[in-house]
């Protein structure tokens, strides 16, 4: 259940907005659906609950949904259908409610069809006194189609008035446009912005991208368009070390969230020269205090900072980043972050008795912690030739990985794939040459194994032995 792509955009949320989710799903008015509220039940329990079962299968998600009912795949993701229908409404709404001139042009143009020239005049009224009040939103052509009266003509005589307001509303819209570039990235949505090709040639007069603002969200625009045109990013780059200082933290966390986003999924893609510049964008981040929420910086964002560090072996930094940002991960889960962090740096050091002394300080309530530890403890053992316990470790896990439910099939293969190459390397000889290249070959070839990139250099070393 957990690898659909409406699950991992909702697992991108914070609880409130969870919430908020939740309440819009209740509503009536939006979802009649009795079946639909009780799979959201499931997904919000499963991603707020302290032990997240990650990995929840879809016949188990159905036996909760329909208690002995045989499981019907059509049935069940058509529930995912309609739930990811509801979230681009949710969505939709939520880009509504950003945007009060939005409200009030719509409201001006149910009212026009109403013939009540006093509820007309109220209408207009509010909508002057809100333009006048809050120099946001507007733009020419949004105030004509309104309405046609002296308070465009009054905005129209002061120059300096309109560009502002232009240029602010082009900011906002870019900035809803990103949102929703960033949720199509994560999951097939249908939501759209209007009036985005008005904005885009509104772009081409110069005087707009000449704005550090402007050209910085345009370019964030292009790395979400064209991923492909590593050019955008450069770009964007730039113009972060020109001027994002001069942005409320609040905007640079969303630029260096954008940029390292970027970065993440060239990583991905195995692009080596992306490496430094994740870390190089962790590290900035860090050093401008840009990514604590609260007085807090949550596990995952505390997670993948290290894992970018180590990544370009920055160990000293990293070991310096642990001991003075572990105050800042909430103390129920400090412990655990912490340790487990600091086992991955001793790994990547090659310390592996380090590496057991730490793992020996984890709770193992979290199945994700279960399954990062076993993995770097086979690495450990491995590296120091511990065999028979390593063996023993290798069943234990099978069995483990074996009996989990909250696993889906595709995670549990590779991890059965990381057992049994494993148990391969304990058992070949140096010079079965043939078995060895057989095996070398396999493992290349399948996408579907944990720690590849160990086992690749286990190989070749069984290769070099004589």
Known sequence: ?????????????????????????????????????????????????????????????????????????????????????????????????????????????????????????KVHNETSA??????????????????????????????????????????????????????????????????????????????????PSINIFMNITNTLLDENEDIHYYTLRKLMIEHVDKFKIEVQKEIYSTAISYCINKVNQTIVEFYDETFDLFKESVEKNVLLENNEISVPVFRNIIIAALRVKQYAWVENFIENYKIYVHPKYRDNAVYFSLARLEINRENYDKVLEYLQLINYEDVWYQLGAKTMQITAYYELKEFDALESLLNAYKMFITREKSLSKERKKAYFNLIKYTKKLLYILPDEKAKIAKMRKEIEENNTVVTKTWLLEKVDELKTRR
Do not use: C
């Open 1 to 121: 259940m957990m690898e659909r792509k409406i699950i991992k955009v909702l697992e991108h949320l914070e609880t409130e907005e969870l919430l908020q989710f939740r309440t819009f799903i209740y509503s009536p008015y939006f979802n009649v659906n009795q079946e639909i509220i009780n799979l959201f039940d499931i997904i919000y329990i499963t991603l707020t609950q302290e032990k997240k079962q990650m990995e929840m299968g879809d016949e188990y998600v159905w036996q909760l949904l329909f208690p002995g009912l045989p499981f019907d795949s059509k049935k069940f993701n058509r529930l995912f259908y309609i739930t990811g229908s509801l979230f681009d409404r949710f969505i939709s709404q939520q880009e509504y409610e950003k945007i009060p001139l939005y409200q009030h042009k719509i409201k001006g143009d149910v009212i026009q069809k109403v013939p009540n020239k006093s509820l007309q005049k």
């Open 130 to 211: 809100y333009i006048q009040k809050n120099d946001t939103y507007s733009v020419e052509d949004m105030v004509h189609t309104y309405f046609n009266t002296n308070i465009f003509r009054n905005l129209k005589g002061n120059k300096d008035a309109v560009r502002h307001l232009n240029t602010y509303y082009v900011l906002e819209k870019l900035n809803s446009y990103i949102s929703i570039l960033s949720l199509k990235k994560m999951y097939k949505t249908d939501v759209h912005l209007h009036f985005m090709d008005y904005i885009f040639e509104m772009l081409l007069d110069r005087k707009y991208m000449n704005h």
